[in-house]
């Protein structure tokens, strides 16, 4: 007669220490090394786990090339920014053996389980491999970007909205010292969550963002009128994916990067040429580009870092396979890995409408 608990011999496995890859995906962000720490720490300590940290994301995984990490390896890693395991975008899937590869990987180094730190192309890639392997995995979201389905926050992105509020806090006196337009731009590429964010939190002017094309001549109005009030110098925020109502201005040509994506910056620069042209008053660009993504993680991205890679390997001893770990209500939760889908979780328009723009002008 056959077990009456089918996944006895399987749930068994997970009482013992496991052997646990680890990878981090796409563009990097501050708390990615707080959640590899987080993760050896919980595993090693709670459960006597083993961790390999692939380089270089996928590459690592196909080339088999890995660090071993442990307790002492990893001391140190909770306020650095980066990833200590390297970061690349891509997939196996850009190469012909790539899944055969990372199958050959899984089954020589006997690895019980994988946890890909990816925003949403390295966790959409994940949720296809899963389907087409069945191989063991789970996902952290991460991006300064705050854009991935099923959670309410990315870790990245407060920090990235602290760097943009400071420089926005700096650029406050210097445009007003000059009487000039300041046209800040930050990243975001489908969505404008860093832009509103530190809009808000820095008193934009006026915020510019993906998910309602602009008017310039609007744009141009509001500053006109501010500095016709007497309120001298404007601080107009873009996210770097914003875009005009069509046949409203020229946009820039974007180059693509190696998987075929815009390489964005330089909207700023148009909408400063503009606003110089139709106001008469002087613009100047700022972009705070990777400044963003670098260095140290707030208190607040390196504590969801830190639950996150708790709840990660808990997750994993728990046999909760295709799942991600997410923020939802403040709590740490898992959800279907499938809720991330491919699409920018975009932002609460509500936010832009009924907060935000309360304060343009
Ligand atoms: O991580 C997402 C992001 O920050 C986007 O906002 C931006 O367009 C992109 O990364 C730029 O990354 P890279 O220069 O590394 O390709």
Redo the contacts with the bound molecule.
Sequence with gaps: MGSTRPHEEELRSYARGMRIGVLTG????PGLNAVIRAIVRTGETRHGDEFLGFLDSWDGVMDQRYVRLDVPSVRGLLPRGGTVIGTR?GSPYDRPDGVEKVRQCFAEQSLDALVVIG?NGSLTVTTKLIHDTGLPMIGVPK???NDVMGTDVTFGFHT?VQIATDAIDRLHTTAESHDRVMVVEV???DTGW?ATYAGIAGGATVILIPELPFDIATVCDVVSTRHRRGRYASIVVVA??ATPVPGTMDMPEYRT?HIG?P???GVSADIAREIETRTGFEARVVQIG?V??GGTPTAYDRILSTRFGVAAVEAIHRGEFASMVALRSSKVVTVPLTEVDGRARTLDLDLYRDVASVFFG
Aim: with cysteine; proline share 0%; net charge positive.
């Design positions: 796409g563009g990097d962000c975008r925003g991006t300064i970007d990235a990243m975001g590429r860093i770097e994916g990067d994506r390489r964005f910056g990777h963003q993504r």
